[in-house]
C-alpha cells in the first residue's frame, strides 16, 4: 500500500494532474505534457503505457459531446485506419531495446509540434484533396504515434485544415485520439510492454487527470489563451530538447 505513495508514484500523479489542467484549458495535450515530463524520468515505452488509459478515458468522452461521430466517421475513416496500421508498424521502436533512440525521436516530435504551432500559418485543405491526404496523414501520425507515444502531428494541424466547425473539430480530434490511444495500446501488448504495474498506475492516473481537466477548464476564462498556450509550447520544445540531447550528455 505504501508504494502507492512513494515518491515515484506521486510525481506521476502530479505530472497527470498538470497534463489534465493543460487539457481543460486548452482542449488538447494531456497525452503531449504526460509523455515529455514522464520521458524525463522513465523510459518511453513505460511512459506510454501509463499513458494509455487516462488518454482513452478523457478523449473518449471528448468524442461523444458532439452530434456528428458517424458522419466524421465516414468521412474520417481512411485517416484513423492509417492511424492503426501506421501505430502498429512503428510501436517497434518504443518496445526495443533501443530507448535512446525511442527518447531522440520523441523530443524531435516535441520540438516539431511545438515550432510548428508557435510560427506555421494556418493551412487549408480542398476538399478534392482529402481522399488522397486522409490515408497519408493517418499512416504518419500513426508511425509517430507507434514510434513516440505521441499522436499529435501532423494529426492536429491537418484537421484545423478541413475548415470543420469548431464543435465538428473538437468531436474530430477525440476520434483521432482515441483510435490513436487504442492503437497504441494494441501495440504496446503486442511488444509486452504491459504488466499489471503499469496498468494499475494507468488506471489510478485517471483520477489525477480529470481533477486535472476540471481545475484546467474552472480556469480557462480566468486567463489569456494566447499567453497560456505560448509558454506551454515553449515548455514542450525545452523539453524536447532535453530528450533530444540526453544520449549525448
Keep these: 500500500m505504501n508504494d502507492y ?37 522513465m523510459s518511453p515505452v513505460s511512459a506510454a503505457s501509463l499513458l494509455v488509459i487516462p488518454s482513452f478515458v478523457t478523449n473518449f468522452w471528448q468524442l461523444f459531446t458532439g452530434p456528428n461521430f458517424l458522419a466524421l ?34 523530443g524531435s516530435a516535441l520540438v516539431l509540434y511545438a515550432v510548428h504551432s508557435l510560427w506555421a500559418k494556418p493551412l487549408s485543405v480542398p476538399a478534392r484533396l482529402e481522399h488522397f491526404l486522409s490515408p497519408a496523414i493517418g499512416l504518419t501520425t500513426g508511425v509517430i504515434n507507434g514510434g513516440t507515444g505521441l499522436f499529435t502531428i501532423p494529426a492536429v494541424p491537418y484537421l484545423q485544415a478541413l475548415g470543420l466547425s469548431k464543435d465538428n473539430l473538437i468531436q474530430a480530434l477525440g476520434l483521432s485520439f482515441t483510435v490513436s490511444t487504442i492503437a497504441l495500446a494494441a501495440g504496446l501488448a503486442r511488444g509486452g510492454a504491459f504488466h499489471l504495474g503499469n496498468i494499475t498506475l494507468s488506471a489510478l492516473a485517471v483520477i489525477p487527470s480529470l481533477l486535472g481537466m476540471w481545475v484546467g477548464t474552472a480556469i480557462r476564462g480566468r486567463i489569456s489563451a494566447t499567453t497560456f498556450r505560448r509558454w506551454f509550447l515553449i515548455f514542450l520544445a525545452v523539453l524536447g530538447l532535453e530528450l533530444v540531447g540526453r544520449p549525448f550528455f
Design 5 to 41: 505513495f512513494s515518491p515515484h508514484v506521486l510525481i506521476i500523479a502530479l505530472t497527470f494532474f498538470l497534463a489534465g489542467i493543460v487539457k481543460g484549458v486548452a482542449g488538447m495535450g494531456l497525452p503531449t505534457v504526460a509523455m515529455g515530463i514522464l520521458s524525463a524520468i
Design 73 to 106: 466517421m465516414q468521412r474520417l475513416w481512411l485517416m484513423m485506419l492509417g492511424i492503426v496500421v501506421g501505430t502498429l508498424a512503428g510501436s517497434w521502436l518504443l518496445t526495443s531495446a533501443n530507448t535512446e533512440y525511442a527518447s531522440v525521436g520523441l
